[in-house]
């Protein structure tokens, strides 16, 4: 399963900027999901709670941003939306494979606690 080897680079992630930021929970995961990734939403949810489980990402929420495809027409430059099987450019109808959003895939954004609240006890 793809979902799974993209959530375990995600993780090597996350754990380097929990050892960075000397972080003892993680509250919050974010990442980018182009539409034309062919990324799973729900296959990338099972692999985000297979790899958190009894670790310290366990109780981080997790949420997927999907970012549309869009294309750049090479005749007109107008930029459009399309679909796997629209890539026709609404202006001009023109064929384009030219994609300049839709590939993204990465994680965007982790929010986690330190242990700093308790150094004054
Ligand atoms: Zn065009």
């Known amino acids: 399963m793809h979902e799974m080897s993209v959530m375990g680079e995600i993780f090597t992630i996350i ?9 003892n929970k993680i509250t919050k995961v974010v990442v980018k999901v182009g539409e034309m990734t062919c990324i799973n939403e729900e296959s990338l949810k ?3 709670k297979a790899f958190s ?9 997790f949420i997927i941003n999907r970012v549309e495809a ?3 027409c090479i005749n007109c430059g107008y930029v459009f939306k399309i679909y796997y099987t629209d890539k026709l450019c609404p202006k ?3 064929y384009s494979n030219n994609i300049i959003n839709g590939y993204e895939l990465f994680l965007e954004e982790v929010e986690g606690e330190t242990d700093e609240d308790d150094s004054n006890k």
């Open 15 to 23: 754990n380097k900027i929990v050892k960075e930021y000397k972080l």
């Open 53 to 61: 489980e009894n670790t310290l990402i366990e109780e981080a929420q």
């Open 70 to 72: 869009e294309a750049k």
């Open 46 to 48: 099972f692999a985000f």
């Open 92 to 94: 001009c109808d023109t």
